[in-house]
């Protein structure tokens, strides 16, 4: 008995380890005869990014601003095609080699290269290729035809003119999310709804398609229209360009809008970036100036000083309201120089607009007062946010006298766009307002919002956000602006031939830290075309970070508008209101001649 007690006990391990032997040694012929096993069951489930809803400008889907496109990565793994047992209902298997013919044909391989990465069974997941076909795809993923693709589903977006609009469309990043423009701020809609998967991965972690349970497709983000009218938007940049390298400046802003609505036809901010690569922009170039960037406007905002003035008290107040340009005058204090100009004695409110008196604006803005000032600028837009649609928006900086008191120089100052600091959006917005015979609209971009069903969500209309001055002081003030691009005006190479200009340069000094850089200015211009019937208005700046010859706001900001102005009419078809001018010269050149040798007859040979 005791014999064979340990017998028993000699062999019951010995038996045991056999049956686990033998278990292990049938897991393992399992997993290179079994397609179950040789396809690892890692269960999961995750969501599918949906397709990024497309921007396009205005001319619609023909012409896409911005798309996603997807594409899918394809590995092979030669094990599980081996394995694998691949047939449709009522049919035999499919062979190996005609999943492998099935395979190549879809990608567009060589059958001989695909055939031999799928006997190297030794590596498992081999490259084969990036492919954005559908019908591959759709091929591919049919477990009933296929059999060891390892598919991963991506997207790619893509901005069709490369670094045009850049500031306005943004840019998206590695994981497909808006992080700056309109790609940020309608990121929500943009993206869509995600789909859900749950299936299985391999041991790498990619779908094995064939061993899918549950599939909910994705909804498609929607599409976003914008005002943006791309020739337009294309003139506006290459004449930018030409502006910075012609006169020297390190960077600039220009804008075109519609008169009456507010929609923006164009928008350009320099330096900029391109799309794809933001993260590697310098912080210069990802600010967007024309709507996210403080500047004091300088003798631009002498329009509105003048608009306020008349608005406020007409019987006071009018284009012939005459003052005194001496700076000595006991009755103001430390009143604004006008530099090397030499005026009459005595000129109107129309000619200092025209040649852009410092002094005799200033006084008037004294006499205006810190509230009256503040209360149209205020109607005017200034020291507020617009609400166009773009992230980065600044307000402004526009002191409040009840809260801040003016000191005796900021009363003559404020009204010469010194003291106050406002945006680009912002000052043509209420150049808008003048345009538009009083009435001020808010600034927009987006068009419409389109649901991937085609289904429009949003449909934007002109919003009016303002009345700051009667329609007669509008169009009071817009006949007192013509002359400035005019031989006698400070602009005269922002004439238009055909066309009357009611608009305004600006040349103002840099500051930093509360003190002004000497030689450093920006320069601007924002025109009205045509004066008579508004149709467009046009802000073009210039930023100088050297001292230049042609810093003045006439004498490069000027011809920067007027090339934008030119290209605008063209392709939104303006009629000229003075056609007789059409006939009358041969050419721009000859034209631009006749003004020059007029304004020496003038004196003005010296642009503001």
């Known amino acids: 008995m005791a014999m064979r007690g340990e017998r028993l006990r000699f062999w019951f391990p010995v038996a045991a380890l056999l049956v686990l032997a033998v278990y292990s040694g049938q897991k393992l012929v399992r997993a290179h005869v079994d397609p179950e096993v040789s396809a690892p069951k890692y269960s999961f489930e995750a969501k599918v990014p949906a397709r990024r809803g497309s921007i396009y400008g205005s001319y619609g889907s023909d012409s896409p601003l911005a ?19 691949v047939r449709r209902k009522h049919e035999p298997p499919r062979p190996k080699l005609a999943i492998v013919k099935t395979i190549a044909d879809a990608l567009g391989l060589d059958y001989q290269r695909v055939k031999k990465m799928s006997e190297n069974t030794k590596n498992r997941y081999q490259f084969l290729k990036l492919s954005t076909d559908p019908d591959a795809h759709r091929t591919l993923a049919d477990s009933k035809l296929v059999a060891g693709v390892a598919i991963e589903g991506k997207q790619v977006r893509q901005y069709l003119h490369g670094r045009s609009l850049a500031h306005v469309l943004g840019s998206v990043n590695a994981e497909g999310i808006g992080s700056t423009g309109l790609e940020l701020l309608f990121n929500r809609e943009l993206s869509g709804t995600p789909g859900v998967v749950r299936g ?3 041991a790498r972690g990619r779908e094995l398609y064939d061993k899918r349970i549950i599939s909910i497709d994705p909804q498609s983000g929607c599409d976003i229209y914008l005002t943006i009218e791309p020739n337009i938007q294309f003139e506006v940049e290459e004449h930018l360009k030409w502006g910075l390298a012609e006169y020297g400046a390190g960077s600039g802003w220009a804008i075109v809008m519609n008169a009456t609505t507010g929609a923006i036809y164009a928008l350009a901010s320099y330096p900029d970036f391109h ?17 996210g960037f403080n500047f004091e406007p300088g003798s631009v905002m002498k329009v509105i ?26 009755n103001y204090y430390k009143l604004p120089g006008d530099g090397s100009h030499v005026w009459d004695p005595t000129i109107t ?27 149209y600028f ?56 003048i345009a538009n015979n009083g009435v001020r609209m808010k600034p927009y971009l987006v068009d419409r919002i389109v649901g991937a069903d085609g289904t429009i969500l949003k449909q934007n209309e002109p919003v009016e956000i303002g009345r700051p001055i009667r329609p007669e002081t509008a169009r ?71 001292k230049t010859l042609y810093h003045q706001g006439g004498n490069s900001a000027g011809p920067v508008f007027k090339r934008i102005a030119l290209a605008a009419i063209r392709y939104l078809g303006i009629e000229p209101d003075r056609p007789d001018e059409l006939g009358a010269y041969d050419s721009e050149d000859e034209f631009d001649r006749l003004l020059d040798e007029r304004a020496a007859k003038y004196g003005m040979v010296n642009d503001d």
């Open 67 to 85: 798309k996603s496109v997807p594409y899918w990565e394809y590995h092979l793994d030669p094990v599980a095609l081996t394995n694998a047992v």
């Open 200 to 202: 299985m991965k391999d």
């Open 275 to 291: 799309p794809l690569n933001f993260g590697k922009a310098s912080e210069s170039a990802k600010l967007n100036r024309a709507v």
């Open 305 to 330: 000083t003048v608009a306020a003035a008349i608005d406020s008290n007409p019987k006071k107040y009018g284009p012939f309201t005459t003052y005194r340009t001496n700076r000595d005058d006991n």
């Open 349 to 375: 409110l129309t000619h200092a607009i025209v040649h852009s008196s410092n002094i005799v604006i200033g006084k008037l803005a004294f006499d205006l007062g810190p509230d009256v000032l503040y209360s």
């Open 378 to 433: 205020t109607r005017f837009g200034f020291g507020q946010k617009t609400g166009i649609e773009l992230p980065g928006e600044q307000y402004g900086i526009l002191p409040n006298p009840h809260k801040k008191t003016w000191d005796l120089a900021s009363r003559s100052r404020a009204g010469i766009g010194q003291f106050v600091a406002v945006t680009p959006i912002q000052l043509i917005s209420a150049y808008q307002a």
């Open 476 to 546: 009071t003030v817009r006949t007192m602006m013509l002359d400035v691009a005019s031989p006698k005006g400070t602009a005269r190479r922002a004439a238009l031939r055909g066309y009357s200009v009611a608009g305004k340069t600006g040349t103002a000094q840099k500051a930093e830290r509360g003190h002004y850089l000497p030689g450093l200015y920006r320069a601007s211009f924002c025109g009205i075309v045509p004066a008579t019937d508004p149709k467009i208005v046009i802000l073009a700046s210039l930023d100088f970070d050297k």
